[in-house]
């Protein structure tokens, strides 16, 4: 496929997750490649789902700034990096602009239409909750 359908494909899965649209599984081949910090690297669309289910019971809600994201195509690989942000179950909203910035990048691979691959880097620590780390890595500003 060109590299903008298959970055179309990309941009239809952050929608369709930001808008809580389950069909965004249909994107996927049964056998994904899946990796998210702290969950692991998994395969197939039943992680896809475990996944989803584990992070839906810590977030009220997520969007994605699609329109700022930074695409890189390269054959059958799509590279998005961004912005994100939410509201945790607890009501917090996130990032909070200070310490988390709600920074990401996912790297996707296709086979045909489908992701074959998403490996999503980014710190899911999203409310900075992680006070000892943060006291290691942060100026205090």
């Known amino acids: 496929m060109k590299k903008e359908n298959l970055e179309e494909l990309v941009i239809e899965y952050f929608?369709?997750?930001d808008n809580g649209?389950?069909?965004y599984l249909e994107l996927f081949t049964d056998d994904v490649d899946f990796?998210?910090?702290k969950f692991g690297q998994k395969k197939g669309k039943n992680a896809l789902v475990e996944f989803g289910n584990r992070m839906g019971s810590s977030l009220r809600s997520i969007w994605h700034d699609i329109d700022g994201f930074q695409i890189i195509s390269v054959d059958n690989k799509v590279v998005v990096e961004?912005?994100?942000g939410g509201v945790m179950s607890d009501g917090t909203s996130w990032p909070d602009n200070?310490?988390?910035i709600g920074r990401f990048c996912s790297v996707f691979e296709f086979t045909g239409k489908l992701i074959s691959r998403m490996y999503v880097y980014v710190d899911p620590d999203f409310p900075s909750r992680d006070l000892e780390r943060i006291s290691i890595l942060s100026d205090g500003n």
Do not use: A, M, T
Request: proline share 7%.
């Open 15 to 17: 929608k369709k997750v």
């Open 98 to 100: 200070n310490i988390s």
């Open 35 to 37: 990796f998210f910090p």
């Open 82 to 84: 961004g912005q994100e």
């Open 21 to 23: 649209d389950s069909s």
